[in-house]
């Protein structure tokens, strides 16, 4: 898809480093719920991006998208899919034709538009296919719901979680510091200084490996007799494909449950072993743009800011399309002083996690 595109995602980065210190400069010292502070950044990052930075309707179609994805996977919602007024099921039916409004009348706005706009909206509504045709309205509204949420709500779930395993991994904390201040210096990364932050890169990598935003995907047969294992699929059969079990498998990841950025020296799994983005001709078109998004989120808030689990807090998971920490993620800010401790937590991060203190 040509918005992400290599040279694409590479001309968002003066924009994504904008937009997250913006973002990021009104966090004040304190304790604070970084999930719902990562949510924040990855928010204005995506409406920017996917809508347009300068659009005042952009922010608001964006917040609209994630009521909407919060709803369609509620219990009541899937449980209950009863369209009778009054009803959850209804509500999400009448807030997805809003949704669908909304966006509609942004791509109108984009057609009547001659200047030569970069967002992502813009560019699927320029796109042609082989026959010189362009995407139907019904095109457009799904694309834009599906890529509004695989570069909103994983990065959030990403940055909450590697934030947590830096928390309480004071060491490599230490060591990722070592490396913003020897590249950065204290200021934003450039487009050049970015690959050159090979440990951001790894501790990513082993944060989506251990914890993985999208946990779980789900694939449907599409042949009569497919041979898996000791089964004989049929048509439709469904088979969930675990990405976090795959994750934790000792012959390819010694010590699975064990934090260790630096396993990514030594190891080369295969896109089979390895899928935080999924893999194969399904993989996740905006892999390159949300690790960008992660490495600049990061590299920002890090070198402002010292993270510090609050002590005792319980940290539980819960999954729906992504995996997020089910009370948030209670942390201390405090201007960053290199005084990094780990804290003691409870909860299910314990099935997941071997953390340094129980």
């Known amino acids: ?58 922010y608001r179609i964006a917040r609209l998208l994630d009521i909407w994805a919060r709803r369609n996977f509620s219990g009541p919602v899937w449980f209950f899919p009863i369209n009778i007024p009054g009803t959850p099921y209804h509500r999400l039916l009448k807030h997805a034709e809003r949704v669908e409004r909304e966006i509609l009348a942004l791509v109108e706005k984009r057609r009547r538009d001659s200047t030569n706009r970069t967002d992502v909206l813009s560019l699927l509504i320029q796109a042609r296919d082989d026959e010189n045709r362009g995407m139907t309205d019904t095109e457009l509204v799904g694309q834009a719901t599906i890529l509004f949420g695989a570069s909103f709500e994983t990065t959030a779930s990403t940055l909450t979680w590697t934030t947590f395993l830096l928390a309480q991994h004071p060491a490599i904390m230490r060591e990722l510091m070592d490396e913003l201040d020897r590249v950065l210096g204290g200021n934003a990364p450039t487009r050049d200084q970015v690959p050159q932050l090979s440990f951001l890169d790894r501790v990513i990598k082993e944060s989506m490996r251990i914890l993985p935003p999208v946990p ?42 064990m934090f260790r950025p630096d396993r990514w020296r030594e190891i080369d799994p295969t896109q089979y072993e390895y899928m935080p983005f999924s893999a194969g001709p399904r993989a996740c078109v905006g892999a390159m743009f949300a690790i960008q998004v992660l490495k600049i989120s990061l590299a920002t808030m890090l070198q402002k800011f010292r993270f510090t689990v609050v002590p005792g807090a319980r940290i539980d998971r819960v999954v729906r ?25 409870r909860g299910q991060i314990h099935e997941m996690v071997k953390l340094p203190l129980k």
């Open 1 to 58: 898809m040509p918005p992400f595109h290599k040279k694409a995602v590479a001309g968002y980065h003066d924009l994504i480093v904008e937009l997250a210190r913006e973002v990021i400069s009104q966090w004040t010292v304190g304790r604070r719920d970084v999930y719902a502070d990562m949510r924040a950044v990855t928010l204005r990052i995506a409406s920017a991006v996917l809508f347009g930075h300068e659009a005042s309707d952009a």
């Open 216 to 257: 779980f995907t789900i694939r449907a047969a599409e042949d009569d007799a497919i041979p898996m294992g000791s089964l004989t699929l049929s048509h439709g059969t469904r088979v969930i494909c675990s990405h976090f079990l795959t994750h934790h498998l000792p012959e390819t990841y010694p010590e699975p449950e």
């Open 321 to 345: 399309i992504t995996m997020n920490p089910r009370y948030g993620m209670p942390m201390l800010l405090t201007k960053n002083d290199r005084r990094y401790e780990s804290s003691k937590v």
